[in-house]
């Protein structure tokens, strides 16, 4: 089944308009949800719209409300919601070009691929595509979008454009409150050597594939089983601990150092060059 496109429209930069389609990059993995089941009759347990007091409501007594102290609220029409949505645009303008070191990691959000929409417009995509990557830039713009306005960062990847939604900065907490009770002092440095060691001997380059969900592994083992099982009995299974020694607290740190860079083993080197986005 063909990937449903994202969104629609055209880059625009200064007077040169490119016709694209975005695509979601990412779908969903392996994430298991359950729902709640009564279980005396093994039917599912469905949830009312009820009022303190009152009881249940009908759907069409409902409404919006934002709550401005406790228990007070302003209320809102669906009418009134949709008045100040935003409309969706065909254009996303790019209005600024930053280093991509310059955006935190905290602000990126979802990705999105972007392809040329048809044959004609492939020309001035890949002029963009190539111009952001010789100026190691990426080029920032406002995609209005399903009612809201999404603030977006583009950048080459592979033979296309990669588009990525952004934060804004009111969804983003500030780090340091959580880092201010850790003093600033310089570990020493046979310490550090030490470290340092063990992480470029674990170091090798990045290879999602060789990471799997233990959990979401074990849950649909688990389900596969109760699924072929006559009985009703509970089906209690140890999960796997991760390879490694575990035990006391660690007290010497140098020793406990030491110990890990003489018992580590170097990572595995894929032979298999990546080509850089």
Same mark, same amino acid.
């Given at each position: 089944m063909a990937a449903r496109a994202y969104w629609q429209?055209?880059?625009?930069?200064?007077?040169?308009?490119? &016709?694209?389609?975005?695509?979601?990059?990412?779908k969903s993995g392996a994430k298991i949800s359950f729902n709640q089941i009564h279980e005396p009759s093994g039917k599912r347990i469905a949830y009312e719209k009820v009022v303190p007091g009152i009881g249940p409501v009908d759907r069409d007594? *409902? *409404? =919006?409300?934002?709550? *401005? $102290?406790?228990?007070?609220?302003?209320?809102?029409?669906?009418?009134?919601? +949709?008045?100040v949505?935003?409309?969706?645009?065909?254009?996303?303008?790019?209005?600024?070009?930053?280093?991509? @070191?310059?955006?935190? &990691?905290?602000?990126? +959000?979802?990705?999105?691929?972007?392809?040329?929409?048809?044959?004609?417009? +492939?020309?001035?995509?890949?002029?963009?595509?190539?111009?952001?990557?010789? !100026?190691?830039?990426?080029?920032?713009?406002?995609?209005?979008?399903?009612?809201?306005?999404?603030?977006? %960062?583009?950048? &080459? @990847?592979?033979?296309g454009l990669l588009m990525e939604t952004l934060r804004y900065a009111d969804e983003v907490r500030a780090g340091q409150a959580f880092f201010a009770d850790i003093e600033e002092s310089k570990p020493k440095k046979e310490l550090l050597d030490l470290a340092t060691t063990l992480i470029e001997k674990r170091s090798a380059p990045f290879d999602a594939s060789e990471f799997h969900d233990r959990y979401?592994? !074990?849950?649909? =083992?688990?389900?596969?089983?109760?699924?072929? %099982? =006559? $009985?009703?009995?509970?089906?209690?299974?140890?999960?796997?601990? &991760?390879?490694?020694?575990?035990? $006391?607290?660690?007290?010497?740190?140098?020793?406990?150092?030491?110990? $890990?860079?003489g018992d580590e083993k170097p990572a595995k080197k894929t032979t298999s060059r990546r080509k850089s986005a």
């Open positions: 429209g055209q880059i625009r930069l200064a007077l040169v308009s490119i &016709p694209v389609e975005a695509y979601a990059a990412t007594d *409902i *409404i =919006k409300g934002y709550e *401005i $102290s406790k228990g007070n609220y302003v209320l809102l029409d669906e009418d009134e919601i +949709e008045a949505k935003i409309e969706s645009k065909k254009t996303l303008e790019l209005v600024q070009f930053v280093d991509s @070191c310059e955006i935190d &990691p905290l602000y990126f +959000e979802k990705p999105y691929y972007v392809a040329p929409a048809d044959d004609l417009a +492939e020309e001035a995509f890949v002029v963009l595509r190539e111009a952001l990557r010789k !100026a190691k830039k990426v080029a920032l713009g406002q995609l209005s979008v399903r009612g809201r306005e999404v603030l977006v %960062a583009i950048k &080459p @990847c592979g033979k979401a592994d !074990a849950l649909k =083992k688990l389900i596969d089983k109760k699924a072929k %099982a =006559k $009985s009703g009995k509970k089906i209690i299974e140890d999960v796997d601990e &991760p390879s490694g020694k575990s035990g $006391s607290n660690v007290i010497d740190l140098m020793a406990a150092l030491k110990q $890990s860079v």
